[in-house]
Each structure stands twice: as C-alpha cells, then as structure tokens.
C-alpha cells in the first residue's frame, strides 16, 4: 500500500504547487495594477468619461445603427451653419436719385401708331379685294387658259402703294400645271383699292374651274 501512495502523494502536491504558483502570478499582476489598492466599481471610468478624458467628445448618435422605433422627432438635431453675409454693392448717387424718383414710362409716338393701324386696315382691305377680283374673273380664266387640264390652282400675289394702286403681280402654282398657270399670268389684270397710307403686298388663291 505504501508504495502506491507514494506516486500519488507526490502527484498531489505538484497539483497544489502549480495552483498556489498560478495564484500567485495572478495576486502580482493584481498589485502592479491597482497599487495595491481594491477597486471600486462605482470609481471605473465609464465610456464615456475616459473618452472625454483623451479630449474626444461621444457622438450623440451611431450613424452605422438603423433607427427601428420609427419615431418622428428623435432624429439628431441638425445645425444650420451661418452663411458670410455679402456686402451690398454701393450705389453712386445718380443711381440711388434714378431709383428713388424713377422718370415715367416711354409713351408710344401717335404717329408710329396711327401709320400702323393704316397699314393693318389697308392689308385687310386689299386682300378682301384681290381675292373678290380673282372669284369675277374666275369663269373667264377657266375658259381661257384651262384647256386638257380639269383642274388648278393658282396662287395669286399683288403689291398696292400708298394711294391703293396695284403696282406689281405675281402668279404661281403647285408645279403641276405651268401652261395653266403661264396663261393666267399673261391675262391683263386691273384692280385699284382704296387710299392706303401704307404699301402693302397681300395674296389671294384662284381656284380653276
């Protein structure tokens, strides 16, 4: 029996001196870091206070976490940054006095105006009467001039002076019936509007037969 127990024994206390060594390792490194004095856990330094120690100031919300509540009104308030107010440019004194009594407006020349609704009545005028003069003779020009062709249409322009006196004629089509269109322009043409006070050129459309 006693030679078993001697392995044993021993085995024993190396078990208890490798615990009361470790412990002691730990009671050492315990001592170097408290100074031998016991910690207070009320004392530890929070989060927050040991970053305001090292000067870094705890942002007041973790822009990497989603908001999951949903709540309206507990966003992080938002600070408007004040814009550098710019100067107002200085005004020389004829423009602060141009400013503050401003002349009246431009008023339209009467005499611009009145030669512009003559010219406005005269061109209204004169096309009523060109396209009145093309439908009297429209009978006579188809007879004359719309020979093999049923049909045509021909564009007609004339230019009246100021005293209402056709100076200039003109005469086109669509490119598909030039002899017609030949013929009627050869036809002798005379019209004659009232006085105008304005040249004016206006068109008119003959429609053959």
Known sequence: MSSASGPTQRS???LL?????SLTILF????SLTGG??????????????????????APTDSARWDR???AGDEPPLVASATPSIPAKQLDADRE????????PA???PAQQAFLAARDAAFNDATVALQAALEDRRGALARTCLKGVDSANIFFEASFDEAGKLIETQVA??????????????QPFKLSIPKTGAAVRVRGTLALP
Do not use: E, F, M
């Open 12 to 14: 024993r206390w190396i």
């Open 37 to 58: 004095q016991p910690i207070d856990p009320a004392a530890a330094p929070q989060p927050g206070t040991a970053a305001s120690a090292t000067g870094i100031q705890p």
């Open 173 to 186: 089509d669509n490119g598909t019936t030039t002899a017609v269109k030949d013929c009627v322009a050869g």
């Open 97 to 104: 006095a141009w400013l503050a009594d401003p002349p009246a």
């Open 17 to 21: 001196g490798s615990l009361a060594g």
């Open 107 to 109: 008023q339209p020349d």
């Open 28 to 31: 050492v490194a315990w001592w």
């Open 69 to 71: 509540d949903g709540k």
